[in-house]
């Protein structure tokens, strides 16, 4: 054997033994936003059937702030070994447009590894408070424009995209009042420092069945069977709205590929796991697991799509 053949046996060992070797550590899943909202409960779903797999601890972390961009920064900066995920939305498309000084490239600084799935958002208010309806809102919102408080995940987030679009259909001015995750915008909002949240349905069901909020409407096309009752945005008064937030799993850009179609093989598995998918559709998601490869092509275009919809709609990070 030469001397050459056998410098890239060697190598080519040393890289297989690494890949078999993984995880070798506890595994840190970056949620960009605070504990309590649908990505934060996403993940822990997730993260609990994904440990059993690849025998490793998988812990959470939360690190909310600027709309996603500091975890997500953190998840793009990380070393690509496979050791640190990101669990998030919609909103990583939509920043592509709306965060131009964000730090990272989505399509460059992150591998997509599977979608975890979707889910409509629904219009809460108070249940304390004087709305009824989705036309009490909007008549409420047109007599005092830019008077109603609005909670959001922050800045270019999925909750202030999905009602700043809705306020462009909608023809209605509202003051945005942004926060550090779902969690805390839902919790301002019972506490009265907002009027109204339209926040996905994981992060307020709970808050729904035990009456401290009121649902208005979702903002799907279609009913939700989570909430079946509750009328749509569209069909409530506001036609021509919709509305769903899909959520998903990356890791840094520069994983091995064996590690990502590890990881992506764990993923799926979780999200096929009767007891998670249990849990995921009583909160509201419906689990929908994918290659890296579709993920990548859904990226993409939703990025495309959300460059649109910003741009045209005139929809700022304020």
């Known amino acids: ?172 001015s509202l003051l945005h009042v942004p926060y550090k995750g779902g969690g805390p915008a839902v919790q301002a909002l019972m506490g009265g420092e907002v009027s109204c949240v339209l926040s996905p349905v994981p992060t307020v069901s709970g808050h729904i069945k035990a009456g401290r909020l009121r649902p208005l409407a979702v903002s799907s096309a279609k009913r939700s069977p989570a909430l079946p009752d509750l009328p749509t945005i569209a069909e409530a008064g506001v036609p021509g709205y919709a509305f769903e937030a899909w959520y998903g799993l990356l890791t840094t850009a520069g994983t091995a590929k064996p590690i990502v179609q590890q990881l992506n093989a764990a993923a799926r598995k979780a999200l096929e796991t009767p007891d998670a998918v249990k849990k995921l559709q009583n909160a509201g998601l419906d689990p929908a697991p994918t290659s890296p490869e579709a993920f990548d092509r859904l990226l993409r275009d939703e990025i495309d799509k959300w460059r649109k919809v910003v741009t045209e709609a005139g929809i700022t990070a304020q």
């Open 1 to 172: 054997m030469s001397r050459l053949t056998l410098c890239i046996t060697i190598a080519a060992f040393a890289t297989s033994t690494a890949h078999a070797a993984y995880p070798e550590r506890p595994i840190r899943v970056i949620v960009p936003f605070a504990p309590g909202g649908t990505a934060d409960l996403i993940a822990r779903i997730m993260g609990e059937a994904m440990s059993r797999t690849l025998n490793q601890q998988i812990v959470v972390d939360n690190r909310g702030g600027a709309g996603g961009a500091l975890g997500t920064q953190l998840a793009a900066r990380a070393t690509p070994d496979g050791h640190t995920l990101l669990l998030h939305n919609v909103g990583l498309a939509v920043s592509e447009t709306l965060q131009p000084d964000r730090g990272y490239v989505a399509l460059k600084s992150l591998a997509p590894v599977s979608l975890a799935g979707s889910t409509p958002s629904v219009l809460v208010v108070n249940s304390s408070g004087p709305y009824r309806s989705v036309t009490d809102w909007v008549a409420a919102a047109r007599r005092q424009p830019g008077k109603i408080a609005f909670g959001s995940a922050g800045s270019g987030s999925s909750t202030h995209l999905s009602m700043a679009y809705l306020q462009s259909v909608a023809k209605i």
